[in-house]
């Protein structure tokens, strides 16, 4: 006597809801395109809201500080505290070493300024230049990712 075989499950027939031919696809992240946005930081959200895309943000964006100074550079660390005094970013001026650690109370203004080094970069972009490649009959396809720069 013998059971049921593992094929013989409804989950692997044809036409069920677990074929792989018939399942739906995700959608990738859809980045949102920031570079070149001065936003209005009227209200602490406002500010907020602008810091954690700053965060996001793959290029250099120039902070104005409520002294007038301006830092550009790239944000690659944020605080969310509970007040505007105890939030920071830390930022890697994009003309010194240091890293700067400046309190989003401080900050007056923002500006994303910088290229973003990944726009173009992604998966599907980069599978759509392979399959163009590779139609053109180009003989040297490679799985190497191209430079970021």
Not at 23 to 51: C, F, K, M, Y
Not at 110 to 116: E, K, N, S
């Amino acid at each position: 006597m013998s059971g049921p075989r593992h094929a013989d499950r409804p989950s692997h027939t044809e036409g069920s809801p677990l074929d792989p031919d018939h399942l739906e696809v995700a959608p990738g992240t859809a980045h949102e395109t920031v570079q070149g946005w001065v936003p209005q930081l009227a209200s602490e959200d406002e500010l907020r809201i602008a810091l954690e895309k700053a965060f996001d943000y793959r290029g250099d964006v120039t902070l104005t500080l409520k002294d007038n100074s301006k830092i550009e550079g790239y944000v690659f660390d944020r605080v969310a505290g509970d007040s505007l005094t105890s939030s920071f970013v830390r930022v890697m001026p994009k003309d010194a070493s240091q890293k700067l650690k400046v309190a989003y109370a401080n900050i007056a203004a923002l500006a994303f300024t910088g290229r973003d080094t990944a726009v173009g970069k992604g998966w599907e972009a980069w599978v759509r230049k392979y399959w163009q490649k590779k139609a053109s009959g180009e003989g040297d396809l490679s799985l190497e990712p191209e430079s970021l720069e």
